[in-house]
Every structure is written in structure tokens, then in C-alpha cells.
């Protein structure tokens, strides 16, 4: 799946510390675009995006584990009632383990997200050992939708095409590339030949 990935963070500081893409963004692209609009929120408070978010025409909204542990069904339900899928992410040091009641929820989650970098700056080294979340999550969950983000490109998709990733976030590695459509040729093409083999 190849997915226009939007980094919502919140200007505070409190979960980290830059803005990148806020809903007038998400509005504006929406004009152009029926692309899916996957909005990954690095924020302490999603459950105040998710309306802004809604009817900016985000298609999916990704809130972090960490920071909803008294309130992930509400927000579950929340992101549900206004027509987006809801996702649920985790950074490096956070056990797997505490997203499984999300996604075994009778209202679950639709996707996981495995950050394979701390979140909040681009252009970071790729973590390899978080790829044991991920194996972790497609033996559970065969079906589910998994995504990765952080450090993704030529050298590292195939460990996380082949951990069972399926959704890929890439920024750095295409922004950056000399022909980034080469580049998410390679991406798409790791992971489409990893599920065929699985």
C-alpha cells in the first residue's frame, strides 16, 4: 500500500517537540487528491484532532498507544463515527504486547504502526531491532494492516518487507533521492514480492 503519510505533531512540545503537517494542509491536499490521507498524530491530546482532522479529509488517523491508555476506545470510536480508519503506533521502547488489546477490541484498530525510529525528527537511523514487533504482530494478526516508519528506504525495506510490514512510510529516502519514483519502485516492489512468498 503506498500511502501519503502526514506527520501532525503538536506545537507544544509535549509529545514532540516540531510541527510538520496540521489539518489546513491536509485540506488543501484533499482538493487535489483522492489519495488515502494516512495523518500519524505525535501528539498528547488526539482526541482534540480528530474532528479538524475529519473534515479536512484525512482518510486515516494513527494516535500513539502511549499517550491514550485511559481513553483508546473513545478514540477508537471517535475516529470511526467521522469516516476515517483508526490506527494505533508505538515508539521503539514501548512493548507490543500493549497494543494487542486495541487491536482485539471489539470496536479494534484497523492498522498498527512500529516506529522504527525515535519519533519527531526525519532522516534517522533505521532501528533493526524493532523488527521483532513487527514479526510479532503479523504472526498474531495475519491479516492485519502493519506499517513502519522511520529509516525506511533501498537498504532497509527488505527487513521490514520481510517481517511482515506492509504499509511503508518513506520520506528522507524519496524526498531525497535523485529519482525518488525509482526509489518507491523499489519500496512497492519489496514488499509486493514479501507477501507473495509468505
Known amino acids: 500500500m503506498l500511502l501519503l503519510n502526514c506527520n501532525v505533531l503538536h ?51 494513527t494516535f500513539h498507544v502511549e499517550v491514550s491508555k485511559d481513553n483508546w476506545q473513545q478514540l477508537i470510536q471517535e475516529i470511526k463515527s467521522k469516516g476515517m480508519k483508526a490506527g494505533v503506533a508505538l515508539k521503539p521502547g514501548t512493548p507490543i504486547e500493549e497494543v494487542y488489546a486495541l487491536v482485539e477490541s471489539e470496536n479494534p484498530v484497523e492498522m498498527v504502526l512500529v516506529m522504527t525510529v525515535e519519533p519527531g525528527f526525519g532522516g534517522q537511523k533505521f532501528m533493526t531491532e524493532t523488527m521483532d514487533k513487527v514479526r510479532k504482530l503479523r504472526q498474531k494478526y495475519p491479516s492485519l494492516d502493519i506499517e513502519v516508519d522511520g529509516g525506511l528506504g533501498p537498504s532497509t525495506i527488505d527487513a521490514a518487507a520481510s517481517a511482515g510490514a506492509n504499509c511503508i512510510v518513506a520520506g528522507s529516502s524519496v524526498f531525497g533521492a535523485p529519482e525518488p519514483s525509482e526509489v518507491i519502485s523499489v519500496l512497492r516492489k519489496s514488499v509486493e514480492e514479501a507477501q507473495l512468498n509468505s
Open 11 to 61: 506545537v507544544n512540545g509535549h509529545f514532540v517537540p516540531n510541527l510538520t503537517i496540521g489539518a489546513p494542509v491536509i485540506e488543501s491536499l484533499r482538493k487535489h487528491t483522492k489519495a488515502y490521507l494516512d495523518c500519524h498524530l505525535m501528539v498528547t491530546n488526539p482526541l482534540d484532532y480528530v474532528e479538524p482532522l475529519a473534515k479536512a479529509g484525512a482518510s486515516g488517523f
